[in-house]
């Protein structure tokens, strides 16, 4: 099972963002990793949103079913 830890970090002025996916498997060796700005961004909490669906759609793309996504926000 691979593990996609996902991160958002926001711009308050601007409201910008961005984010980020580490993808890591059992031994916690790095498979894959992307990032991405975000020139439009509500809050922290939907920058790591997008982080959680860049994550899914990563998965996707590898032929993953089975997945664990870590995030620090709540």
């Known amino acids: 099972m691979l593990k996609f830890n996902v991160y958002g970090a926001f711009v308050e002025d601007g ?4 984010w980020g996916v580490v993808v890591q498997d059992n031994t916690g060796e790095v498979v894959v ?7 439009h961004a509500a ?5 790591e949103l997008r ?3 860049q994550a899914l759609d990563l998965a996707a793309e590898l032929g993953v079913v089975r ?3 870590e995030m620090d926000a709540l």
């Open 15 to 18: 409201m910008r963002g961005a």
């Open 33 to 39: 990793a992307r990032a991405g700005r975000l020139d």
């Open 43 to 47: 809050d922290a909490f939907s920058t």
């Open 51 to 53: 982080a959680v669906e």
């Open 67 to 69: 997945l664990t996504i």
